[in-house]
T-cell receptor, first 114, second 111 residues
């Protein structure tokens, strides 16, 4: 059974640019959550999608957005990139909304903003 | 604000010893507790979940939950160098489907 797939794995952008990250969940999983991980802040919740609807949202500015498609694949977009957006962005899938915390993570997309 | 506190470490233990990882939390409404392991450069993976007070054992791992004292711990018996990783504590309260993560404790098991 394939795991959670995130693309791209690594990317470098400059301030002011935008970026789109993609996540394909485990087959049959309808919930996709996005997290930002940095050494200073740890894992910070961005948002969760379930059946194409945003169910929960963390405390991030509106520059961070996402969506989910009918096949459960999800994308997140960050516009007007700032240096502080440099982080590992992790996607996690689950069978139910929030998955009672039992999340299956992808390998992440490491974003560097110069 | 839900807070999950973990000592960042590193916690260094010799091979074969018991590693004890602790996590305290502030939200008394927390109902579900999880331990994730994250190897360097890899993504977190769930190793244990616990929902009621007491101990839960799974192989070399034992999770302990004390809701009155608001702490949850993870014991790793017969620690191996392959256990060297960062261990993340996470919890979910009854009013939220989204788990809150601690910043993790780095564990080093030296031969």
């Amino acid at each position: 059974k394939a795991g959670v797939t995130q693309t791209p794995r690594y990317l470098i952008k400059t301030r002011g640019q935008q970026v789109t990250l993609s996540c394909s969940p485990i087959s049959g999983h309808r919930s996709v959550s996005w997290y930002q991980q940095t050494p200073g802040q740890g894992l910070q919740f961005l948002f969760e999608y379930f059946s194409e609807t945003q169910r929960n949202k963390g405390n991030f500015p509106g520059r961070f957005s996402g969506r989910q498609f009918s096949n459960s694949r999800s994308e997140m977009n960050v516009s007007t990139l700032e240096l502080g957006d440099s982080a590992l962005y992790l996607c996690a899938s689950s069978t139910t909304s929030g998955g009672d915390g039992e999340l299956f993570f992808g390998e992440g997309s490491r974003l560097t903003v110069l | 604000q839900k807070e999950v506190e973990q000592n960042s470490g590193p916690l260094s233990v010799p091979e074969g010893a018991i590693a004890s990882l602790n996590c305290t939390y502030s939200d008394r409404g927390s109902q579900s507790f999880f331990w994730y392991r994250q190897y360097s450069g890899k993504s977190p993976e769930l190793i244990m979940s616990i929902y009621s007070n007491g101990d839960k054992e799974d192989g070399r791992f034992t999770a302990q939950l004390n809701k009155a004292s608001q702490y949850v711990s993870l014991l790793i018996r017969d620690s191996q160098p392959s256990d060297s990783a960062t261990y993340l504590c996470a919890l979910r309260s009854g009013g939220s489907y989204i788990p809150t993560f601690g910043r993790g404790t780095s564990l080093i098991v030296h031969p």
